[in-house]
């Protein structure tokens, strides 16, 4: 349901990998990890393409200008033909595609794929479902073996493919691929491990380390040698034993150290970083030392919020992350006066933690607080949670809208349009005003009522919680 922190070692390299939840469980945290990411991973369903939310996903990346990977899955079943799937992301995204690798048949048919890089055939060798990795036997294209190997008709249909690809697809651009202009494509079966090698090898050699971030200070090197690193995540009762709350920071600059102290660029105040934290699923380890592009944990006694910068030395503050456009509205009542108290704990909580974002309504004689997400699902969470960490039942009562923006120029820009219609007015967690319409059509009649009205998908940056 949230971005789970993983890291592991990989040819000598530390890899740190953000796994965001999948498209049943999308949520804004998902958007907020690719603001700690320098490189994207899309993977998809050979059988489905892309998905609602994978769109949504690039919008961010290509905002941010980071690198996409493409891994298309589960070849090993019947899936869609590789070139309507690299047509797919071509016409839909606007996004070049480069094969990497290409896969010889599918479903049943499937064989393995062959690598351009190494310009070998590594073949495909099926296993009881989950049980092991599939063995990969990796054979150079003009091996007389192939012949034995492969059906004749699979081998004149990847000849025929690759023609293709070397004909008409675009070539190999790395410029292109850092500035999230073009994407390197593989295939594989996750399940079975096979293809997962290749694409690591690829990965390695082809993403972007650790680069330079822009601050109040300007951009800052990884080389810088103060410490510098920012809060992209809050997670609370992560061991409901204890009713923790995590901080998880991106380190971008300098090196850390245990029970380092810091400055909290928002308070001013000073931080000892004390019990510093790796986390390998449920798994934690305590953190010596980090360096820039690393993720650590850190306890969190209310004292961080997400988009908060730490810092040694001279004063440095990177920029917020943003608050993206919910689709789904909804008023959350507490039926139960007594649990006043709670409720509102519960809610502030889960509103520092970024669980989901909280607007009210302008009428103040509505005190409920309106939920406002980009998933179902975090509707579900937030009333689980309430329930299991705060002891408080609580009624979902859905709003009919699915568009938010918010007025660039806040209140006074707003009583300057006078009466809008189509639309109602709520005011974000910091009072600022929010339009919410029941569909694109009023969004774009309002637009075209009141051209000089000007609205953003995007939060204003500053408060991003």
Not at 24 to 44: G, K, P
Request: with cysteine; glycine share 6%; proline share 5%.
């Amino acid at each position: 349901i949230t971005s789970t922190v993983l890291q592991f070692e990989y040819r000598d390299r530390q890899i740190n990998l953000l796994d965001t939840p999948g498209h049943q469980d999308f949520s804004e945290d998902t958007y907020r990890t690719l603001a700690a990411a320098d490189n994207a991973v899309m993977l998809e369903d050979a059988a489905k393409g892309l998905e609602p939310q994978t769109r949504k996903l690039f919008e961010v990346c290509r905002m941010r200008q980071i690198p996409i990977f493409t891994f298309f899955n589960k070849l090993d079943r019947p899936s869609r033909t590789p070139l309507e799937l690299l047509d797919e992301i071509e016409q839909e995204l606007g996004l070049q595609t480069y094969a990497v690798n290409w896969p010889i048949g599918m479903g049943d048919y499937f064989k393995g794929v062959f690598d351009r890089r190494t310009q070998k055939i590594h073949l495909f060798e099926r296993t009881e479902h989950g049980k092991k990795a599939a063995k990969d036997t990796a054979i150079s294209l003009g091996d007389p073996r192939i012949e034995e190997l492969l059906d004749k008709d699979l081998y004149y249909q990847l000849k025929e493919d690759l023609e293709v690809l070397e004909g008409v697809g675009p070539e190999f651009d790395l410029e292109l691929i850092h500035q999230g202009k073009m994407t390197p494509v593989f295939f594989g079966s996750a399940m079975t491990n096979f293809g997962v090698q290749l694409f690591l090898d690829a990965f390695l050699e082809y993403a972007l380390k650790p680069g330079e971030r822009k601050s109040s200070a300007g951009s800052l090197k990884p080389s810088y040698p103060e410490f510098t690193g920012f809060v992209f995540k809050l997670q609370a009762n992560m061991d409901p034993k204890h009713r923790d709350r995590v901080a998880f920071v991106r380190v971008c600059t300098g090196k850390f150290e245990k029970d380092m102290t810091v400055n909290h660029a928002r308070t001013g105040k000073n931080v000892r970083l004390s019990r510093p934290q790796k986390l390998f699923a449920q798994d934690r380890d305590v953190v010596d030392i980090a360096y820039p592009g690393d993720v650590i944990g850190l306890n969190n006694p209310g004292v961080f919020a997400i988009g908060d910068t730490i810092y040694t030395g001279q004063k440095v503050e990177y920029e917020g992350i943003p608050c993206f456009s919910p689709e789904l509205f909804a008023y959350l009542r507490n039926p139960n006066p007594s649990k006043f108290k709670q409720f509102h704990k519960g809610v502030s909580e889960l509103r520092e933690e970024g669980a989901v974002q909280i607007m009210y309504s302008a009428d103040e004689a509505k005190r409920d607080p309106i939920l406002a997400a980009v998933g179902q699902l975090q509707f579900e969470v937030v009333q689980f949670r309430l329930l299991n960490e705060y002891n408080v039942e609580t009624h979902i009562e859905m709003l009919p809208y699915s568009v938010a923006r918010w007025v660039l120029g806040g209140w006074e820009a707003l009583e300057k349009v006078g009466r809008l219609f189509n639309s109602v007015t709520v005011k974000d967690n910091w009072g600022r005003p929010v339009l919410l319409f029941k569909n694109e059509w009023n969004l774009q009649q309002v637009q075209s009522d009141h051209p000089d009205l000007k609205l953003s998908a995007i939060a204003p940056l500053g408060s991003s919680l």
